[in-house]
């Protein structure tokens, strides 16, 4: 039953992404205000006009980093998941089931408490995009997804931001608290997107999981 709860979870965060991503609809229609307020921010870095409600978060995120320990990883299976489509390569945690929701895989641990799936967006072009439009992209490609409440994302890098999540699932008269962490990594003109979701009892792996299985994400 748990393993069910968080499949539909994650399925409520990727099929609307399924029919968007879908050809006969055209590419990522759901997602264009998103692409045009990142254009508009990194062409004008030096004047902070627009970036300035959205700077605070990426200097606290810098330091945090260097001051937090580094939580355990955990160990990968010997292979790891091909997109079909050669659009990424990921590694699949020891023991984890791999399915699909639509186009996009669905990783889970076998008693269902802890699962994620990668997303790949492609970019007008190679410019790097700020922590804040990264952000704001994560939030409105998984929004639509029962409960989605976005936390206060942190700056790993230039063009990498991590970003807290919470949600919902409501089975019969019971509501299911669900939490996680969504990774996005620019990658010249494309971005990957992994998100983690966990059950309250596999809270403590969320962070060891998105550092394993962030290692391992790539084109």
């Known amino acids: 039953m748990k393993r069910k709860q968080l499949s539909l979870i994650l399925l409520g965060l990727l099929v609307p992404l399924a029919f968007s991503f879908s050809p006969a609809v055209g590419i990522f229609s759901a997602f264009q205000l998103g692409t045009t307020g990142v254009q508009a921010q990194p062409a004008?870095?030096?004047?902070?006009?627009?970036?300035?409600?959205?700077?605070?978060?990426?200097?606290?995120?810098?330091?945090?980093?260097?001051?937090?320990?580094?939580?355990?990883?955990?160990?990968?299976?010997?292979?790891?998941?091909?997109?079909?489509?050669?659009?990424?390569?990921?590694?699949?945690?020891?023991g984890y089931n791999v399915g699909f929701a639509g186009n996009w895989p669905l990783i889970e641990?076998?008693?269902?408490?802890?699962?994620?799936?990668?997303?790949?967006?492609?970019?007008?072009?190679?410019r790097i995009i700020p922590s804040p439009s990264?952000?704001?992209?994560?939030?409105?490609?998984?929004?639509?997804?029962?409960?989605?409440?976005?936390?206060?994302?942190?700056?790993?890098?230039?063009?990498e931001i991590s970003l807290p999540w919470t949600g919902s699932l409501k089975t019969g008269a019971t509501t299911q608290l669900i939490q996680g962490k969504i990774r996005v990594r620019?990658?010249?003109?494309?971005?990957?997107m992994l998100l983690v979701s966990a059950t309250e009892s596999a809270v403590e792996d969320i962070d060891p999981a998105i550092i394993t299985i962030a290692d391992s994400l790539k084109l």
Do not use: C, H, M
Not at 135 to 157: N, W
């Open 44 to 94: 004008a870095p030096t004047p902070q006009p627009s970036p300035s409600p959205q700077a605070s978060p990426p200097p606290e995120a810098e330091t945090s980093p260097s001051t937090s320990p580094t939580p355990p990883t955990l160990p990968l299976s010997d292979s790891a998941y091909i997109d079909p489509l050669g659009r990424f390569q990921v590694g699949i945690l020891q």
């Open 109 to 126: 641990s076998p008693d269902g408490n802890l699962a994620y799936t990668v997303v790949v967006k492609p970019r007008e072009s190679d």
């Open 186 to 192: 620019q990658e010249g003109a494309r971005l990957l």
């Open 134 to 159: 990264l952000a704001q992209i994560a939030i409105e490609t998984f929004e639509r997804g029962e409960g989605f409440q976005p936390g206060t994302y942190q700056t790993i890098s230039l063009n």
